[in-house]
Every structure is written in C-alpha cells, then in structure tokens.
C-alpha cells in the first residue's frame, strides 16, 4: 500500500524530501550537460510498486504468537507479582499500582518494560501512563494481540 504524497510530505522532514527529490533526478557533473546515468538512481532500487520511504512507513505490529486472554492475565499477574516492591497480598486484577501497591512511576515504567520483553510488543509512553491496574494492561495486550499480524 503506498501512501499518498501529501501524507509523506507532512511525516517527513524537508531535508528528508529535498534529498530524495535529488536522488530521483538524473545525475549530471558540473562540466558536462548530460546525465552520467540514463535513469534515475530510485529506479536502480528493488522496489517495483512505491518508493522506500512508504515502505519505511508502514506500520508492522508483531506480537508474541498464542496469546490468550487467560495466558495474558497470568504473564502479567506474575511479572507483578516478581516485582520486589508489591506484597503479594495487595495483588489482585484492580490494585491501583500507585495509591494501592505503593509504586512510584520509575517502578511503574520498569513493570511495563518487562511486560514488553515478555509480550514481544511496544506500549507507547501516552498509553502506558493510562494503564493504572494490572487489568488494563490486560486489556491492553489484548486489544494489541486483535490488531497484530500473525508472527512468521
């Protein structure tokens, strides 16, 4: 799928586009009028159907293959219940990871860190400053694992 070039333009930066703009144009030396090459050097690339800055940009969502939402729940349930600084008493599916378990937000980013590394997936910061109980990572994963292609 390539995408339309007003919405690369906006994506990119002007350099960015300037020296892609002089990649595609034919090369000439400063003494002679001619081109040294007859086709443009993007042309020369193995790419048939868009250019390599949309294949660059397309969005690719792996994520750890069989997850269920059951096997979800007790990954994260576990890598809390690892964490040093949560009792494992306080731990349930709604515990608040800051007013409840007692976290700071270092703590918190760690939690979600190590969910990443188990998952084989990328929370964003915006979405990971949402996720207040185990159960909205939970939630989370999951709506990720819907999204994500299936892992070759």
């Not at 042309?43 to 294949?55: G, K, R």
């Amino acid at each position: 799928m390539a995408f339309p070039a007003r919405s690369i333009s906006r994506l990119i930066s002007p350099s960015v586009l300037r020296a892609a703009h002089l990649l595609a144009r034919p090369l000439t030396t400063a003494t002679a009028r001619f081109p040294i090459t007859s086709r443009p050097l993007l042309q020369l690339l193995p790419f048939q159907s868009c250019s390599p800055i949309a294949l660059q940009l397309q969005p690719k969502r792996f994520i750890k293959p069989g997850l269920t939402r059951d096997s979800v729940k007790d990954t994260v349930l576990a890598v809390c219940s690892e964490f040093d600084k949560i009792p494992a008493d306080k731990l349930t599916l709604d515990s608040k990871f800051i007013t409840d378990l007692g976290l700071d937000s270092l703590d918190h980013i760690e939690i979600i860190m190590q969910l990443e590394d188990e998952f084989w997936l990328e929370i964003p910061d915006v979405e990971a400053e949402k996720m207040h109980t185990p159960r909205d990572i939970i939630e989370h994963v999951c709506s990720m694992a819907a999204k994500a292609e299936p892992f070759e």
